[in-house]
């Protein structure tokens, strides 16, 4: 079965800089789009970033030039480097992809932006 597993959150100062992983299986990774989704409470989760099967990469307007999504098919492993981080972005952070019209979430990872 298809399974998202999210690592690399937890709490970091502002300015600072973390790097979110997704470990993906039970699907054909190198030809499936990826996305990390982000979201806090009392709100909608809103995208962060889509990596397509040939790599080519869109971002959110508020996460352009702070944050590089990156895939490597083949340890089918999905990334969100994210730098300069601000206390706006403390959220969960969600691996998602789509297959055959079903949507498909990890389970998320806790980023805290704090001092």
């Known amino acids: 079965q298809v399974q998202l597993v999210e690592f690399g959150g937890g709490l970091v100062q502002p300015g600072g800089f973390l790097r979110l992983s997704c470990a993906a299986s039970?699907?054909?990774?190198?030809?499936?789009?990826m996305r990390w989704y982000r979201q806090t409470p009392g709100k909608e989760r809103e995208l962060v970033a889509h990596i397509s099967s040939d790599s080519s990469e869109v971002y959110a307007d508020s996460m352009k030039g702070r944050f590089t999504i990156s895939r490597n098919n083949a340890n089918n492993m999905v990334y969100l480097q994210m730098n300069s981080l601000k206390p706006e972005d403390t959220a969960v952070y969600y691996c998602?992809?789509?297959?055959?019209?079903?949507?498909?979430w990890g389970q998320g990872t806790q980023v805290t932006v704090s001092s």
């Open positions: 998602y992809t789509r297959i055959d019209y079903s949507d498909y």
């Open positions: 039970g699907f054909t990774f190198s030809s499936s789009p």
